[in-house]
């Protein structure tokens, strides 16, 4: 009779354990960390004996292909708060990651270890933003900002996977709304006569930002051009306005510690007036 074969060290193993629910099986494996130390990984609440056999198999064919990842206990909330502190965008991009991730991320999903996301999980996710996801409790999101949802989330786990958090990013898996359904509604721009007709009527009606309405007509300049515009940057001599910086919008409630708004420096341009 041929002896089983005598399990290496390190190779790992699968003990079964009691639970008030009934039998559970762990599996338990070793691997060599960063640092070069050696270390042992345990992880439990396999239902089957079967389930914990095909886990381990997993974990020992990562560490053989070197995709293994170590054990570790970040959660979603604490990666995600870490990779926006550090991320490298507009301040005003960057804001809008953070109230995304505070409103429609954090309730849901900020608790998870990293390692518990899977691609289903993030797709029930979008499922329920879709259903009730406004924050005021009326109802659910647009299927284009539950993608735009998607889109942070799979930045956020990107930086994971490059930072050896993840093996993988659970996001490439999940089932986001489709591009088609994202996309933004046609915009409807105005005839000259029904611009002609809004000047008229904001004039008569006394509007003190009549000024700003026929600036931005005459010039085609951003809003954020005009409500950043300083009075030495308009020429009145020589017809010209120069925009020189542009006001954004960082945090509607300026949230973090931040001003509601942030001036930001562009290019100069010359417009004729």
Do not use: C
């Not at 050896?164 to 359904?181: F, I, W, Y």
């Not at 003190?208 to 931005?216: F, G, K």
């Amino acid at each position: 009779m041929t002896k089983p074969r005598r399990r290496q060290a390190g190779e790992g193993g699968i003990s079964e354990y009691a639970t008030k629910a009934g039998p559970r099986y762990l599996i338990k494996y070793g691997y060599t960390g960063q640092d070069g130390s050696r270390a042992v990984a345990l992880k439990r609440g396999y239902l089957t004996r079967k389930a914990a056999g095909e886990a381990l198999r997993e974990q020992l064919g990562n560490l053989d292909r070197g995709t293994h990842v170590a054990p570790n206990k970040v959660t979603v909330g604490e990666h995600m708060a870490t990779w926006l502190d550090g991320l490298r965008k507009e301040p005003s991009t960057v804001a809008s990651y953070r109230k995304n991730v505070r409103l429609h991320v954090e309730p849901h999903i900020g608790a998870l270890r990293l390692e518990q996301l899977t691609g289903t999980r993030l797709t029930k996710l979008y499922h329920q933003l879709e259903a009730t996801g406004r924050a005021d409790g009326k109802g659910g999101l647009s299927a284009r900002t539950v993608r735009y949802v998607h889109t942070i989330i799979h930045a956020g786990l990107g930086a994971a996977v490059r930072d050896g958090l993840l093996a993988v990013n659970p996001a490439d898996k999940a089932d986001p709304p489709s591009a088609k359904s994202a996309a933004s509604p046609e915009m409807r721009v105005w005839e000259a006569d029904e611009l002609r007709a809004f000047l008229d009527q904001r004039t008569q009606a006394g509007d003190e930002l009549v000024i700003a309405w026929s600036l931005l007509v005459a010039t085609g300049m951003r809003r954020g051009e005009l409500i950043g515009l300083p009075l030495r940057a308009v020429d009145l001599d020589a017809a010209t306005v120069t925009i020189a910086t542009a006001l954004v919008r960082v945090d509607e409630l300026g949230l973090d510690g931040r001003q509601p708004f942030e001036t930001v420096a562009e290019a100069v341009v010359v417009r004729d007036l």
